[in-house]
């Protein structure tokens, strides 16, 4: 069975740093395109940042652009969300997503219905 492990949540002061890691298993994680998306409370779940399966290619929405920098490491079959200067609007349950059918090697995915994997998620808390 597929699992997607995230850590690296917390509380953290509003201009800090946190880096969010996601270990795959029982994935394909050489053709998988992997994603982060978060869930404030009372509000939908949205693409934060993603990454293509060859890793060549990313995506960012603009409320995250210039702060957040995802990676990824095929050796460990994990990915990673490096998030700076971040901001008390960014406190959410953060998810880590995972597609490996091999359709987005070098394309990105960025909506929640192109995932078929997804982690059971990590608490990031920024205080102003």
């Known amino acids: 069975q597929v699992q997607l492990a995230e850590s690296g949540g917390g509380l953290v002061q509003a201009g800090g740093s946190l880096r969010l890691s996601c270990a795959a298993s029982?994935?394909?994680?050489?053709?998988?395109?992997m994603g982060w998306f978060r869930q404030a409370p009372g509000k939908e779940r949205e693409f934060v940042a993603a990454i293509s399966g060859s890793g060549a290619g990313s995506y960012y929405p603009d409320s995250v652009k210039g702060r957040f920098t995802i990676s990824r490491d095929n050796a460990k079959n994990t990915v990673y969300l490096q998030m700076n200067s971040l901001k008390p609007e960014d406190t959410a349950i953060y998810y880590c997503?995972?597609?490996?059918?091999?359709?987005?090697?070098?394309?990105?995915?960025?909506?929640?219905?192109?995932?078929?994997?997804w982690g059971q998620g990590t608490q990031v808390t920024v205080s102003s």
């Open positions: 029982r994935v394909t994680f050489g053709l998988a395109a």
């Open positions: 997503g995972a597609e490996d059918s091999g359709l987005f090697r070098y394309r990105v995915p960025v909506t929640l219905n192109q995932y078929k994997y």
